[in-house]
């Protein structure tokens, strides 16, 4: 199965589960397993597992790659129903209360905000040298942090012109939801990529207007 069919098969899961109202949108999803494919990141942490949509998907989509994933999350409905919605994948994910609590010696290749963290700054001892990070949805608190500690990053915030799915349980008028990604010490291909990112947003941005 290609990665935008996984995505798709994935979001309609997790959007039929319990507490599905906050899940990051199927667009968000997909860029996010391409960030990983692409960059082949080893070492990932979800900041705000919230219900498992973003890790079930890393654990499942069967990369050729091993990769080691850590999560965040302290809401006690949350952490009551990622064990059921991850399956046997739930002994895969390193699950921590909050950043605070994650190992020391942790170096993350990837990093998706996908919650209320209120301790980024912290992120900063966390990050491999080419990390990247990803904030999922419309969380401008969080990216307006990130911006201000990272200043010579290259931003992107990706879209796209296409509108909710008829499974979604978000409504069918409103246009997916983004992402916003940051590439804190870009390489040349990190480069390249958000270039190619930020051509492409301004393309269904434009789309937009006239959809």
Known sequence: MNLRNFSKKQYRKFSEANGSEF???EYAL????????????????????GIGTISDSILKEG?????????????????????????????????????????????????IIDGKEAALESLKELMSRRCILVVEGDRKDQTKILNNLFYRSKFVHSIISKKNSTYSNRPGDHFQGGLKVIFINPDFRQYLEWLKLKLAS????????FA
Not at 30 to 49: D, P, Y
Not at 202 to 209: N, Y
């Open 202 to 209: 301004k393309f269904h941005f434009h789309l937009r207007k």
């Open 23 to 25: 899940i990051a949108s």
């Open 30 to 49: 997909f860029k996010v397993l391409r960030l990983i494919k692409t960059f082949k990141t080893k070492t990932i942490l979800e900041a705000g597992v």
């Open 63 to 111: 990369f050729d790659f091993e990769l080691k994933l850590y999560g965040t999350e302290s809401v006690e409905f949350c952490l009551q129903e990622i064990p059921g919605n991850l399956g046997k994948d739930f002994k895969k994910l390193n699950l921590f209360p909050d950043i605070q609590a994650l190992p020391s010696s942790a170096k993350f290749d990837l990093i």
